[in-house]
Structure formats: C-alpha cells, structure tokens
C-alpha cells in the first residue's frame, strides 16, 4: 500500500512537472521563432502551421491553468472519503490526462514550426 501510495504521488508530481516543462518550452520556441517567422523555409506555408501560429500563443497558458486544475483536482480527490484504490486511479488518471495534453501540445508545435514548412518548401 506504501509503495502504490509512493508510486502514485511519483507519477503525479512528475505529470505537473511535464505540464509546466511543456509550457516552458512552448515559450521559448515562441520567443525564438516569432510570428513573422512563419515563412522562414521557404514561400509556402502548410494550412496546419498557420493555424498552430495563430493559437500557440495560448498553449503555455493552457497547460499551467491544466496543472493548477490538476492539482485541485487531485486534493479534492484525496480528501475525499472514497477508498484508497479509487483515489490513486483518479491520481493517476490526471496524471495521464497531464502527460498527454503537454506532449500533444509540445508536438503541435514542433511539428507546424520545424517539420511541415521544410517539407511544404522542399528543403
């Protein structure tokens, strides 16, 4: 039971930490590359990137309200009086959803940043 305890608490935290890792990351790319950049590989720029462009802006907010949310969250969930088994799926649970929305976030960018325009330019 200690070891689950442990484990879940682990995977949590290391969830959060994936959020605002993510967030830090979106952030910089931004600062690097700013919106003028869009057509640095070349004239065309693929439908997706200009889309990505347009919204990324939001992503490093999105994904630190995700880990304040997440937190609350899991202290609702622990407080709660359920079993034990119950509060470590839903820790556990939040932390796949956290895992899964900075890596599908983080690849967006990096996919319509530094993959789609090269190979909609041919460079």
């Known amino acids: 039971m200690k070891a689950r305890l442990a484990l879940t608490i682990w995977?949590?935290?290391a969830s959060i930490a994936t959020l605002i890792a993510g967030a830090e990351t979106i952030a910089g790319v931004r600062r690097a590359f700013p919106d003028n950049g869009q057509a640095m590989f070349g004239p065309r720029?693929?439908?997706f990137t200009a889309a990505v462009y347009a919204q990324s802006a939001d992503y490093p907010t999105v994904l630190v309200i995700a880990a304040i949310a997440s937190i609350v969250l899991a202290l609702y969930f622990w407080r709660s009086s359920r079993p034990f088994e119950t509060k470590a799926f839903a820790a556990t649970l939040l932390a796949?959803?956290?895992m899964s929305l900075a890596a599908s976030l983080t690849m967006s960018i990096l996919?319509?940043?530094f993959m789609l325009p090269k190979l909609a330019n041919g460079s």
């Open 11 to 13: 995977i949590f935290v």
């Open 45 to 47: 720029v693929p439908a």
């Open 111 to 113: 996919v319509a940043y």
């Open 96 to 98: 796949a959803i956290n």
